[in-house]
Structure formats: C-alpha cells, structure tokens
C-alpha cells in the first residue's frame, strides 16, 4: 500500500513515469525469455485489486465557462480490475480487460480490448499489453447532468506473474499508462482547450489471482532406439543410436547406454557395441534420456534388439516348401516337396510334417495333405531341416481350402420365380391393425414367392428382395407415406413368417409420388392375357376406381449378381377377393337391391 501512496505523492510527469517503467519490463522479460516454454492455456481470467492515479484535471463545477476553475481529480484507491484472455499461441493473445476505480465521489470505469504478448517460464510469467476502448469519468466537482463523461481511451503496460499451479498464477504487480481524452464543452469555452478537451495522462496499479485452462497437453518425452545393423557376427561392432523427442529444446539432456551383450561405450545419442568373446544369442542395449532441469516428465528410456551369430561354418540349414496345388475345394489331395540345403555343405534331412488342420502323411522330403472334411480357409504345412552338426531350420507352406461350388441354378425354379406385385384394400393395413390388410390370393403369391426364393438361395446366396409400397392419391400425403410403410412392413413380415431370411428383405415407400397414371392402367388392362375383350370395356369404363386399386400395391424385385428383376404390375381382376380389393362395387350392389320396404300398419281391429 506505501508504494501506491508514494505513487500519489511524488510529483512527476506521467509520461515520465511511464516510459522507465516499460523499459524495464521490457530489460526482465528479455532476461526471462531464454526459459519460456512453449506450451500454453488456452483462455486465462484475472481478477484483483486495482489502484488509479487518473491524471487529468477537468474544469470544477459552478464556474464560469469563460473562466473556468480547473479541477484536479484525485487518486482513487477504491477498485477492482478483470481481464480475459484468448490465446492464439505460447505468446500472443486477444484480451479484454474491464477496469472500476471509486472513492471521494469520483468514479472512472475503464473497458479495453487489444493484443497481449507474454513470455511463460517455469518459475514466472511476463506480459505487456496494449489496449484500446472506452473511458468513464464521473466527477464530484460535476454534479449536474453532464457531469458522467465517456472519452475514447488507450492502455499500455505490463506486469509479472508467479504460477503457483497449472491453472493458477499471482499476478505480483501490474503497471500500466491510462490515456483518455474527454470533452467538456458545457464547463469550459473554447479559449481554454486544456480544459475543454482534457487528457488524462494517468497509472494505474494492478495485483491478483490469475485463473488458466484449456490449451494442449505437455507431451510426454519419448525416445526411440535404433540398431545398425541388428544381426552380427561375433566380434564385429554394432552402432546403436537413439532420437529423443518432446523435452525442452532448450534444455540439454544427457544420455545413459547400457547392454548385456558385449562392451557398451555411449556418447550422447551414439554407443558403440564390442562383441568380442560374446557368446551367439540375441541382446538388447539400452538408453537413458534424462533432463535434469525438468521437475517431472524429465526422462524417457527405449531399447533395441540384436543377434549375434555364431562364427562360420556353423550356419543353419535352409528350407522351403512347396505345395500342389496351392488351393482346391476339400476331398482333395495335395503334394508337398521341401528343398534344404546348408551353406556349410553338411548333410541335412528332412523330417516332423504338421499341418494346423489335417493329416499330413510322408516322410523326407515329399509328403502329402489329406484335405477330406476340412472347413474353408488357410492351412499351413510345415517341417523341419537338421544338419549333420544338429542345426535346424524351418520351412512352411500355405494352402487354400475354397468353398465348394454352388449348386446350379434351377432353370425351372428360375423360369417359375415369377414376381407379382401384392394389392391392398383401400386404406389397409390400419395403424391400429398394422398385420391386417392382406387378403388370402395375395398371401398365396407371397406364400409361392418365399418357397420358390428360400431355394433361389441356395443357388445365388447374394440374392435379397426389394420391397416397394404405394399408396392413391386420395390423402393427405403424411397419411399416404405412412400407409405405404405398413404396406411394406407387412409383406416383409409375411415373407419373414414364411422362413425368408429378413436381412435379405429391402424396404422403401413411395406414398404417392410414384402413382401409375391413367394411360398406365389403360396399357395393363389391354396386355393382361386373362381378361375377355367384355371384362376390358368394363375395367376401362372404370378407369378411375381402377387406376385407385392399381396404385394400393407393394412391387417387389429380385437382385441378384448380375440380374434384376421387377414384379409384374397387373391388377388380380380375375382373382376371388377382386372386389375388395377394388373396392366401391359393395356399395353399388346396395344401391341396386335399395332399402327394405316399410310395412304397413296392421288395420284395427
């Protein structure tokens, strides 16, 4: 608080107060910039005390604005300071700082956007800022009307924070410049422009909590092992060499090697490997990276493998095989031969067949694989080569069992599966009765279609069924698109009830945006066989009613490799239930018959 007070009491230029204090934020945050790190929060929030030494004298109140009385606004040691911060990067960010300062009657409120830079260290942060926006000054020497006066404004300054966790930092101090301009022309004329348009010239004085989150999270430090080359012989050198990533680049991280297969020699990212006098078998070397300045995640360790072989001539035979042929369907047999030679041109044989699944008979150098009963999919024959010297070496093979053949297609089946499209009742099913609507001769057809389709399997198994439900216009179209769906779900539950498969049972519904016109139903009825020239007139002569029915169908179409094929749309007319599904004829015949006629009174008696 005595630093604040002094601040108030020493009488000196704010320029000049100003000035040595951004030169020597700028001398300590260079001198701190060599540790920064590099990772950041995303958006950090201050929130503390703030002190203001406005710096501006404005005209008093009551005076003459010909002569006005100029005012000095004093400090305000009453306040509270916010900032938040957008961070772009490790360095720059967008901030949005809002200011409030009181006490004798004067209030001044300051709100501020602009560009913030700051360096982050492990130990401390630095930060300078520059801020443009909106001024507030409320004076006691001016309680009238126009007393309250906004003014643009800038801030320039910085400060200094110490982090005491991840999300959590104490801002030690924060020194900024206040400019303002404000424009009193009610108090003062223009003969006095210093207090007609007055400049504020102020320091304001920060300190507070700084809250952070967001931003990526520290990667952990690795390292990654590499060995050239990774097969030796005894008494030739191995170079090992190892790539750390994620320490701080500004850091000098030291390296530790060590190994238990010959004489480890490591400096920093290289070692050298000595295997004289090694036995053969395989070894593994080993490096420490280690950042002594770091606190926590500061080592990272990784390891590499190597063989060492014996000397010549003690090689190990080698082996192939081969198998004929490569794949075939079961029942049959296929012929093995190995090849094994050794390098140091020993004797060697060929011995221990074995197959993953099946009998493998023979010995030496041929055998065979009896491939009856086994399941599809890959096999794998292998032996084993020994030399004179007891060296061995191994070879394997890969055979294909295929699936059998499909059986051919039926040609009477195939000409047989004819499809026809399924018809309605108008309005059916209902959604109260979604498994009702199917009349029995269309449940015959679907009946013949799943018994004919469930062996059509058999042959084309990547066959599946389309379903296609339609619906008349007559309807709203909501109504429509929802009773062409359970048009479609009940010929597929049919279908499912009667053993087809359901996930070869496709289903779409049109509503009515796919309707047979007029001419459409017209070309049916001339092309269907089973109608006499008598029973077209009369279909015709009720085109309307019978383009309605036409339209109440589920369409169906096969799909199959290669082939595609669309249900006949050809109205049942000759079928049982044929009026129902053309509907409107019942009401025809009660015309026709008309009501019961009344009785007569009986005469009295």
Known sequence: MEAFVLINRISIPRKALFVPLTVLMAVVVSCAAFA?????????????????????????????????????????????????????DPHWGAEFDVGQNWGSGNDATTVSVGPRFMWRSEFSNFFLHSLFGLNRLSASQL?????????????LGGGMELPLTKSLAFRIFQVDYVWARQHYPDYASESFPALRRPSAEGVRLRTGL??????????????????????????????????????????????????????????????????????????????????AKAKKNNQASCTANYTVKPLPPKNPPTMSLSASPTSLVPGGTVNLSASCTSPDGVSVSVANWTSTVGAVSGNGNSASLNTAGLAPGPVTVSATCTDSRGLTGQGSTQ????????????????????????????????????????????????????????????????????????????????????????????????????????ADIETKAFGVTQNLTTDQVKQSIEQNPDLSTEERKRAVARID?????????????????????????????????????????????????????????????
């Open 36 to 88: 920064q790190r590099d990772t950041n929060p995303k958006w950090d929030i201050f929130v503390g005390y703030q002190y203001l030494h406005p710096g501006i004298t404005i005209p008093g109140a009551f005076s003459d604005p010909n002569n006005p009385t100029p005012f000095s606004v004093p400090d305000m040691t009453k306040g509270i300071g916010s900032a938040v911060t957008y961070d772009f």
């Open 143 to 155: 309680n009238q009307p126009n007393s309250v006066n906004n003014g643009i404004g800038m801030i």
């Open 210 to 291: 700084t809250f952070s989150w967001g931003g990526a999270a520290e990667a952990v430090p690795a390292a990654s092992c590499y060995m050239q080359p990774t097969e030796v012989m005894v008494g030739e050198p191995i170079t090992a060499t190892v790539t750390a990533s994620n320490f701080n680049p500004k850091h000098a991280v030291t390296y530790n090697w060590s190994g238990n297969g010959g004489q480890v020699t490591g400096k920093d990212t290289t070692a050298t490997i000595d295997t004289n006098n090694v036995a053969p078998g395989s070894y593994a070397v080993t490096a420490h990276a280690t950042d």
């Open 399 to 502: 055979i294909s069992i295929e699936n059998p053949p499909p059986p051919p297609v039926n040609k009477a089946l195939e000409a047989r599966l004819a499809l026809h499209s399924v018809y309605f009742p108008t309005a059916q099913p209902t959604a109260k009765e979604p498994n009702g609507g199917l009349l029995a001769t269309q449940q015959k057809i679907l009946i013949n279609l799943a018994t004919d389709f469930k062996k059509y399997l058999e042959a084309k198994p990547d066959a599946h069924l389309t379903l296609e439900g339609h619906a008349d216009q007559r309807g709203s179209p909501a109504f429509n698109q929802a009773l062409s769906e359970r048009r479609v779900a009940r010929v597929k539950s049919f279908l499912v009830e009667q053993g087809v498969p359901e």
């Open 545 to 605: 009613v019978i383009r309605l029915a036409s339209n109440r169908r589920v369409d169906v179409t096969l799909n199959a490799a290669g082939q595609t094929e669309r249900s006949v749309q050809q109205f049942p007319f000759n079928s049982t239930d044929a009026l129902s599904l053309i509907g409107g004829r019942e009401s025809e015949a009660r015309k026709k018959t008309g009501k019961p006629a009344p009785r007569k009174p009986a005469k009295k008696q």
